[in-house]
């Protein structure tokens, strides 16, 4: 099992920037890649960021390229969504997923809120 801990969500204003953070406990050894999603009112989950747990490679949606960056802390089995010049666009729930071998692990879900 595997655990996850987000943090970070809040109210900006468009063009400001958060920072969230995922924190993974348990069995961290077993896993592949750490993954961002985001789900909107009204609207599916949908994939933002993704990072492998190992090789730290990193891939984005088109919608937040250039403007949103992924990066772990393997010593503190953390990883974080830096987010700049946020849009209203960008307002939603975001998860943070843990995914091995098998097995998948969703966090609680942190709500980030643009104002335009």
């Known amino acids: 099992q595997v655990q996850l801990v987000e943090s970070g969500g809040g109210l900006v204003q468009a063009g400001g920037s958060l920072r969230l953070s995922c924190a993974a406990s348990?069995?961290?050894?077993?896993?592949?890649?750490m993954n961002w999603f985001r789900q909107a009112p009204g609207k599916e989950r949908e994939f933002v960021a993704t990072?492998?747990?190992?090789?730290?490679?990193?891939s984005y949606a088109d919608s937040v390229k250039g403007r949103f960056t992924t990066s772990r802390d393997s010593a503190k089995n953390t990883v974080y969504l830096q987010m700049n010049s946020l849009k209203p666009e960008d307002t939603a729930v975001y998860y943070c997923?843990?995914?091995?071998?098998?097995?998948?692990?969703w966090g609680q879900g942190t709500q980030v809120t643009v104002s335009s």
């Open positions: 997923n843990a995914r091995g071998p098998i097995f998948g692990y």
């Open positions: 990072i492998q747990w190992s090789g730290g490679s990193t």
């Open positions: 348990g069995r961290t050894f077993s896993l592949l890649t």
